[in-house]
């Protein structure tokens, strides 16, 4: 009978051991699980962070300034079909956002601006007066409506159509016109450069002409015929 009773409180001693033992192991697997699952999902976002990298550094260097400019005119797009179908002038709705301090500012921005830097070249000038001439055009939209309904689908020529050629400009557009060309050969003629005169530079011309063209012909061969017109004036030449 004692030795009965003493297995049994062995036994009894023993399950607890085993349960704790089975406990803390599966205790140590779920942890190892989450690690597992933690570890997996941080090479997927590390994969995906490198993907993206590396389409940001493909993209051009503008790329943001691009989007944020792309963004924009699809809001303004947006703005402009509401206040169509509400009726409203977009212009107007725009000009009522406008708070004072950025008028201000564009105002400012405005005065500091002078495109107009000189003499650079006359590519650079002739732009600067396509531009200055192109700001001065008014256009009439009321004939110019008038002019697409009379043309129909020859308003937008395509390489098929024939109308090309067949549009004749209204008397009052050929005026405007010949008073804008009778203007800048006007201010034209008044513009006139000081060009400084060397008294003692050698007379090798016959007139004005002439001066020009050995001018030129300086300025590109000059280098080349040093030694030569030396020569000459010394007597030396071969």
């Known amino acids: 009978m004692a030795s009965c009773s ?14 704790t033992t089975s406990e803390k ?5 779920r942890k190892f699980r989450e690690l597992h699952f933690k570890r997996n999902e941080a090479r997927k976002l590390n994969h995906q962070e490198v993907v993206e ?15 944020s400019r792309l963004e924009w005119e699809l809001a303004e797009d947006e703005k402009k079909k509401e206040c169509a179908t509400r009726g409203e002038d977009y212009h107007r ?6 708070t004072a301090d950025e008028a201000e500012r564009w105002e400012r921005k405005k005065k500091k601006k002078n495109p107009d830097t000189g003499f650079a070249g006359y590519a650079e000038a002739q732009f600067r007066q396509y531009q200055r001439l192109t700001k ?6 009321q004939s110019y ?8 689908e020859d308003f937008y020529p395509t390489s098929n159509s024939l109308s090309y050629g067949s549009h004749v400009p209204t008397k009052e557009g050929v005026d405007r016109m010949v008073e804008d060309v009778e203007k800048q050969i006007e201010k034209r003629a008044k513009y006139s450069r000081r060009r400084a005169y060397n008294d003692d530079a050698d007379i090798d011309y016959i007139n004005e002409r002439n001066a020009k063209f050995n001018k030129k012909a300086e300025r590109f ?13 010394r007597g030396t030449a071969v």
């Open 93 to 98: 709705v725009k000009l009522l956002e406008i």
């Open 6 to 19: 003493k297995n049994t409180v062995a036994a009894t001693d023993e399950e607890p051991t085993e349960t």
């Open 136 to 141: 001065q055009i008014r256009p009439d939209l």
């Open 53 to 67: 990298e590396d389409k940001r550094l493909k993209l051009p260097s503008n790329w943001e300034a691009k989007k």
């Open 25 to 29: 192991r599966e205790e140590r697997l």
């Open 221 to 233: 061969y000059g280098k080349y015929t040093a030694e030569i017109k030396q020569n000459l004036e």
């Open 145 to 152: 409506e008038k002019q697409r309904e009379e043309s129909g």
